[in-house]
C-alpha cells in the first residue's frame, strides 16, 4: 500500500503559498494534489453531525483532531493511488504526533517534505485579500491571526523531525510566485 508512490509533504503557514504551488506542481509532474484544507472543509460543508464540528472547529481557526485528519488523508490517498504517479500533500502533518501516525499508518516517512517560510505579515496580507474575494469563511482577520498562531505553536517540532531525518527542504515564500515554482521543480527533480 503505497509503498512504491512519491509522497511529498508542502508546509508552511496559512497564506504562503503551500496550494498554488502544489497545483502547479501537480499538473507539472502528473502528481495528485491532497490539500487537507480543501479535504477539510469539504467536509465541513456536509451536512452530517461530524461536518458541523469540523466547520465549528475551522471558524475558530484551531485544528480539527488528529485522528480524523490522518483518516480521512489516508482514505485520499488510497482511492487515489492508482491514479497517481505521486501525491503533493499541502498542510498536512500540523503537528508531531500527525507525522509520526502517519508513519504509522502508511507504513513510511514522506520522500521529501518542503516548507515555504514566509513572515506573518506577508501571510496576513495575503490571506486579508483572499478573503475580499470571498472564497473562505476563515480568511477574516481574528481568525487570521488564530491560525497563525496555532501554526507557529505547533509547527515547530515538526519541522525539526524532518530536518532531523534529512527530509526538510527549505524554499522562501516571499519571492515572486515563478521564483519559488522553479525551487520547488528542483526539489521535486532532484528525487529522480
Known sequence: ML?????????????????????RL?????FQHLGMGNLLRAEASEPTRQGRQIKDIMLKGALVPSGFVLDLLNTNLLQR??????????????????????ERV??????I??????????MIQRLLLRGQTGH?????????????ETHYSLCEPVVSYYQEKNLLRNIL???PEDAIFAKCCSVLDSLR
Open 173 to 175: 515564500g516571499e519571492e
Open 106 to 111: 502508511v507504513g513510511r516517512p514522506p520522500n
Open 81 to 102: 493511488e492508482e491514479a497517481a504517479k505521486g501525491f503533493l500533500v499541502s498542510g498536512f502533518p500540523r503537528e508531531l504526533n500527525q507525522a509520526k501516525d502517519f
Open 136 to 148: 473562505r469563511a476563515d480568511d477574516h482577520e481574528s481568525c487570521i491571526r488564530q491560525r497563525l
Open 26 to 30: 501537480a499538473a507539472k509532474y502528473q
Open 113 to 122: 517534505v518542503i516548507i515555504l517560510d514566509c513572515s506573518t505579515e506577508t
Open 3 to 23: 509503498k512504491s508512490q512519491v509522497i511529498i509533504f508542502m508546509l508552511g503557514g496559512p497564506g504562503s503559498g503551500k496550494g498554488t504551488q502544489c497545483e
